[in-house]
């Protein structure tokens, strides 16, 4: 049987996304980490390179151990994809087969990946991609000047695989040539060495702009859900009044069995009610093992605690109540505190405060209410 080996590119910039495209989570796992579970799944590849930024490697670590069964090693990519591809192919000491594949493209079937690596066991050179269905124009600056015929076209996807030396040879001639190529395949058609066809399937999209991750979600058939949340505690002497995560200087604070943020207990209670996962009293009840907590502790393990439910945290919008003191001095750290602490952009968190204009317990000064709305996907 032909030793496979694949390759996955995890090292691309993010320029057109504003982050980090491999670390985005669509139904609860990261882009890199699906394409991961594709490549252990696909049950032919004797091992795996990774190919990633020095910035990523540890966490490229992290998701190999958790999704890869096959022994895998990690590289540092290259100025450019080319450059990347090189690296890895360096990397492999014996190989029958090569397969090349795009981390963004994280639905890929596994079965298309073991279509390609046997097609290229038998003739060289394979590479996944779909048929055109759209009418394709030939164009000479903005006239039409030709109809091609599109049962002769192909949009070439990945991954394509190779037999090892074929590949070598390759990029040996491309690097003497200074070719840069926009895939491996046309490498490959420089030598004159013809690519058998890969049917993929339409799921096998690349994770590029935002309009790519919500048609992620919908493949992989996540949902938006909404929590809400409300909590109160009383003001009085002799206690530190934390908001958000932040120690605000006041003469009274707010008293509760933990540090009494009362900000935070309201969204704890909305992302458990987005889950549907009982409350924040439930969770985290009047014990000695809570007395004192930090509620940004607290905050932590209810985003571990929705997140084994199968949750992962959008956007948290919340509003405190309270007389005085003011809290728009505040209102940042606090932003950056729940982001941090939740893993989310602090552009998904936004903290509003306000007051009653003297009306009730609250415009006397005796207590603080909050309240929470949570989106999270599932």
Known sequence: MARAVGILLAAGSATRMGENKMWISIGGKSVIERAMSAFDEAGCLSETVIVTTSEDEARVEQAAQLCLSMPY??????????????????????????????????????GVISECVRKASETGAAAAGIRTTDTIKQVDGDMIQMTLDRNSLVNIQTPQAFSFELIKRAHSRAEKDGFIGTDECSLVERLGEKIAFVQADAHNIKITTPEDIAIGRHIDGEKIRVGSGYDVHRLVKGRRLVLGGETIPYKKGLLGHSDADVLLHSIMDAMFGAAANRDIGHHFPGIDEFKDASSLNLLARTVDIIESDGFTVSSIDATVVMERPKLSPYIDNMRVNIARTVGIDVSCVSVKATTTEGLGWQG???????SAVVTVIG
């Not at 540092?76 to 690296?87: K, P």
């Not at 795009?102 to 079937?109: E, K, L, S």
């Not at 006397?364 to 909050?370: D, E, N």
Request: hydrophobic fraction near 40%; aromatic fraction near 2%.
């Open 73 to 110: 090693r990690i590289v540092i990519g290259g100025e450019q994809r080319q450059d990347s591809v090189a690296n890895a192919l360096s990397a492999i000491g014996n190989a029958d087969v090569v397969a090349i594949h795009d981390g963004a493209r994280c639905f890929v079937q596994p």
């Open 364 to 370: 006397k000064g005796k207590g603080v209410s909050a």
